[in-house]
């Protein structure tokens, strides 16, 4: 039984075109996370979510919007695809609680490819 | 500026020797976690190891160790008796307690290579 999962795992798509990637975990965390990894292999955060409650948003485009509907899931839609949004899309989560830091439990990716 | 500071691009290793992965970090917190993860061609994002900034002893888990050196900011990890199936990309990562919230930040990683 996947913890964390996400769908698709691949996306290929147009310009300009709107697409979306769905994450749950069946960890009982309280925080899931988006990163984005670039070609280069660095990762980046883009949002984070507590209880469902926005905590962290870097300084994305607002073409990118979360979504968390429950504490379980975490859905990311980008409208407008542009080229330079291709990039492996990780979707993580971890339990804080009591002033213990956790460690991220990572998706297994979602590769997008904007052509 | 960078909190987070991977400086081996690359790395190579004899199969069954030891290596060292270095990694540096920036922080005014007294509170905050570091960790290792490995990344295999495969893409998956796996957690190696974690070391608490209260932590006097040095973490370990199994082949892996952290070498902490809170004077220094450091946090290398230590992989021992090296294996072909350590070949990946290893990212160290930092989270402040007070000031980080819930964001974990990515050092640029190394990738290391294991030779037969």
């Known amino acids: 039984d996947t913890a964390v999962s996400q769908t698709p795992k691949y996306l290929v798509t147009q310009m300009g075109n709107d697409k979306s990637i769905k994450c749950e975990q069946n960890l009982g965390h309280d925080t899931m996370y988006w990163y984005k990894q670039d070609s280069k292999k660095f990762l980046k955060i883009m949002f984070s979510?507590?209880?469902?409650?926005?905590?962290i948003n870097e300084t994305v485009p607002n073409r990118f919007s979360p979504k968390s509907p429950d504490k379980a899931h975490l859905n990311l839609h980008i409208n407008s695809l542009e080229l330079g949004d291709s990039a492996v899309y990780f979707c993580?989560?971890?339990?804080?609680?009591?002033?213990?830091?956790?460690?991220?439990?990572f998706g297994e990716g979602s590769r997008l490819t904007v052509l | 500026a960078q909190k987070i500071t991977q400086t081996q691009p690359g790395m190579f290793v004899q199969e069954k020797e030891a290596v060292t992965l270095d990694c540096t970090y920036d922080?005014?917190?007294?509170?905050?976690?570091l960790f290792w993860y490995k990344q295999p061609s495969s893409g998956e994002m796996i957690f190696l190891i974690y070391q608490g900034s209260y932590d006097e002893q040095n973490a370990t888990e199994g082949r892996y160790s952290l070498n902490f050196q809170k004077a220094r900011k450091s946090a290398n990890l230590v992989i021992s008796a090296s294996q072909l199936g350590d070949s990946a990309m290893y990212f160290c990562a930092m989270r402040e307690g007070l000031t980080g919230g819930f964001k974990t930040i990515f050092g640029a990683g190394t990738r290391l290579f294991v030779k037969a």
């Open positions: 979510y507590n209880n469902k409650e926005l905590i």
């Open positions: 922080t005014s917190d007294q509170s905050y976690g």
């Open positions: 993580a989560s971890s339990q804080d609680a009591g002033g213990l830091i956790g460690e991220l439990f």
